[in-house]
């Protein structure tokens, strides 16, 4: 139903792309390294260059449709927007006098200082919302549980499970629409701290049959094998060398 | 000790022939599932979504290899073999959480198959299933049966379905002890009337009285009247753009209706259900329930109106004791009739009234969720799914409550894969199928 949209699916075009082909792993950390990167500067330049470059990949070496990108950003990017007009508003160099005037609106100066620090953070929000977007959309989530055990060593115990568990999500969704319908009839208010109660009951009730399930087909009873081995690629080493370069670019550029 | 805590233990202490014991090992519940795998034993559960783990078929049906560490090579291989026997070829890569019940109770019988168990455990496989997916699944169990390669335990309501292939019946009572065991035919001979004594299910055909249909008055369709209960006209909907769950619906409900909603998983049974009480709105079309639009009432207003028995009791829940749910905004007259239905219900208050909720068996919840669906004698009362897990006394009682409330000028509308259900409680059958209505034996049907 509606709570599909918690899981999405990630398409075989996405899947087989460069990007898709690419290890989980190494997305993420690419990922972790940008997003590190951009907190060592507060110029619009670089997170505005990252961007591009996320968005740009993202459609032609992930294979990702341009309207299933914007749609997935579009919310955040009203989010960055709001974040960035009020912190431009309220910033506090508008106050100081030594700052750059720009213009007036009624009793409020805005200054220069201020829409460079704006802008600077509406761009890091931006950026990281786009990697964001470009990683789920072509990251399969299975791969990435995989990735985690094989490369990582992730315990198997908590990855899989965690994996099961994120498989719960629209089913829990469900049952909070069900709850609150029959909340309803019976004459009640519909949001209640109380509705947590049935939820919780309900979520442990699902993890508990979930680990029987498990256990009885004999998980983390021995060693295992894997049905779908993962291993580190050549890709994988273009990918990480080119993200790294980019960021390296992207920090000289907001010099 | 429920039904699934017997198929838990069944699978620690089950050892061929010696029944008894099945029973006697309950205290090793919980650490026994750990390496029931190894010892070549495999669990199928009664709801088939809580038991994949993995996102795609395959994957999943692979899991339980994994973790007995078979090589690649013999799992690629089997995988494929495991999903044949069930019916499912080439469903690898799709994902366990659009498939429909049937098909994940399926492949949730492939997983365990695939390691080839020495004794496979079912705990009702099919309750939550429609009858096509039902079907199916007892299809699988025939044919795994007449192959011989595993011991099968089986724990189903279902007597018509599960007896015939059954070598061995083992009946238990209402605390886990056992009332009969032996080959199917000798158990009915011998103890057909000790097991109807005590609420077991027994396979259509054999002794003992119809159930339901006797006793009750059946008033013929509309005799009380034509008050129109509930109004559907050109009712659509749909959770996400281009994919409707219902596509115009109309449906008029009139005092004395007893309807069956019937149709495969998935079809929009719950949906309609929901879109009668005012718990979803139409993106397109009409429904009056009492002559208004039942999203508008309030709460108050919608509860004389409507009554509603979730699916799954758990989600209706509200207090922290069987009593205090009972009694739950209800006035004196209620709570009185309430303790009532209580009893007739087998579940006198004396002794379950301080008992959370939570801790009830399957039955016993279900139960106490009609009592609170009942107690307002509401105009409308809608069912989802009511006879899942009931023995035979609780689906008697059950019938009997719904005729009473019927009797006094209300409606029911039930959503149900239960045939017998519907033969002996309701006498209007609507058929769902893909969003629209396909057969209605009130109205024809274009």
């Not at chain 2, 026997?85 to 997983?111: D, M, P, Y």
């Not at chain 2, 009592?371 to 105009?379: D, E, F, N, Q, Y």
């Amino acid at each position: 139903m509606s709570a599909w949209l918690f899981v999405p699916d990630v398409g075989a075009e996405q899947q087989e792309s460069v990007i898709g082909r690419t290890n989980p792993l190494v997305k993420l950390g690419i990922a972790i390294v940008w997003l590190l990167g951009l907190g060592l500067t507060v110029d619009v330049r670089p997170p505005l260059a990252l961007l591009a470059v996320a968005l740009a990949s993202g459609v032609w070496l992930g294979a990702i449709p341009q309207g299933v990108l914007g749609r997935r950003i579009a919310p955040f990017a009203v989010a960055a927007v709001a974040i960035a007009v009020t912190n431009l508003l309220f910033s506090g160099h508008n106050t100081d006098p030594l700052a750059t005037e720009l213009f007036r609106i009624g009793p409020l100066r805005v200054t220069a200082e201020a829409v460079a620090a704006a802008a600077g953070l509406g761009a890091r929000i931006a950026a990281i919302v786009s990697i964001g977007a470009v990683f789920t959309l072509t990251t399969d989530v299975t791969r990435l549980i995989d990735s985690m055990v094989q490369l990582g060593r992730v315990s198997p115990r908590f990855a899989y499970g965690a994996l099961a568990a994120y498989q719960a999500v629209p089913k829990i969704v469900e049952d909070l629409a069900t709850l609150r319908g029959a909340r309803r009839l019976r004459g009640l208010r519909e949001w209640d701290p109380r509705l947590l109660v049935g939820l919780l009951v309900r979520a442990i009730r699902h993890a508990d049959q979930l680990a029987i399930a498990m256990d009885a087909r004999g998980f983390g009873s021995g060693p295992r094998t894997t049905y779908r081995p993962v291993a580190w690629t050549q890709l994988d080493a273009v990918v990480a060398g080119s993200a790294a370069v980019i960021l390296l670019m992207a920090l000289i550029l907001g010099r | 000790m429920s039904d699934t805590e017997v198929a838990r233990a069944d699978f620690a202490g089950f050892d061929g022939d010696d029944a008894s014991r099945a029973v006697d090992a309950g205290s090793r519940i919980d650490a026994a599932p750990i390496t029931a795998a190894r010892l070549g034993a495999g669990i199928v559960l009664q709801d088939p979504a809580s038991q994949l783990v993995m996102e795609r078929v395959g994957d999943d049906v692979a899991f339980g290899l994994e973790n007995l560490a078979w090589p690649m090579a013999t799992m690629r291989a089997r995988v494929p073999d495991a999903l044949a026997a069930v019916g499912l070829t080439g469903f690898e890569g799709r994902r366990s959480t659009r498939l429909s019940g049937g098909e994940q109770q399926r492949v949730a019988i492939a997983g365990v198959l695939a390691t080839r168990p020495g004794l496979l455990v079912l705990d009702e496989p099919t309750a939550s299933l429609d009858p096509y997916g039902a079907a199916a699944v007892f299809a699988i169990l025939t044919e795994l049966q007449s192959r011989g390669e595993a011991t099968i335990v089986l724990v189903e309501h279902r007597a018509t379905l599960a007896w015939p292939i059954a070598d061995l019946v083992l009946a238990l009572d209402d605390d886990g002890r056992p009332i009969a065991v032996g080959a199917p035919a000798d158990v009915l001979r011998r103890s057909g009337k000790r097991l109807e004594a005590a609420g077991i299910w027994l396979p259509e055909g054999g002794p003992g009285p119809a159930v339901g249909a006797a006793g009750s008055v059946r008033h013929p369709a509309g005799a009380l009247g034509t008050f129109p209960i509930l109004e559907l006209e050109g009712v659509r909907f749909g959770f996400e753009p281009g994919t409707p769950v219902l596509r115009s619906v109309d449906l008029q409900v009139v005092a004395g209706d007893r309807i069956a909603l019937v149709g495969p998983n998935g079809s929009g049974k719950t949906t309609l259900l929901r879109l009668a009480l005012g718990l979803l709105k139409p993106i397109a079309g009409e429904i009056r329930l009492g002559g208004r639009a039942p999203s508008r009432l309030t709460s108050l207003e919608l509860t004389r109106q409507a009554g509603y028995v979730v699916q799954d009791p758990e989600l209706g829940f509200l207090a922290d004791s069987v009593r205090q749910e009972v009694e739950l905004g209800l006035d004196a007259d209620q709570v009185r009739y309430a303790h009532e239905l209580c009893d007739r219900l087998r579940l006198p208050l004396e002794r379950f009234g301080d008992a959370s909720p939570y801790r009830l068996s399957g039955g016993e919840q279900r139960r106490l969720s009609l009592v609170t669906g009942l107690a307002r004698r509401p105009l409308l009362l809608a069912l989802d799914e009511p006879t899942y897990g009931q023995d035979r006394r609780g689906h008697e009682a059950l019938v009997a409550a719904l005729d009473e409330l019927v009797g006094q000028g209300s409606a029911m509308l039930a959503a149900t894969h239960d045939e017998r259900f519907v033969r002996d409680a309701t006498d209007r059958r609507v058929e769902l199928e893909d969003g629209w209505v396909v057969a209605d034996d009130r109205e024809d049907v274009a």
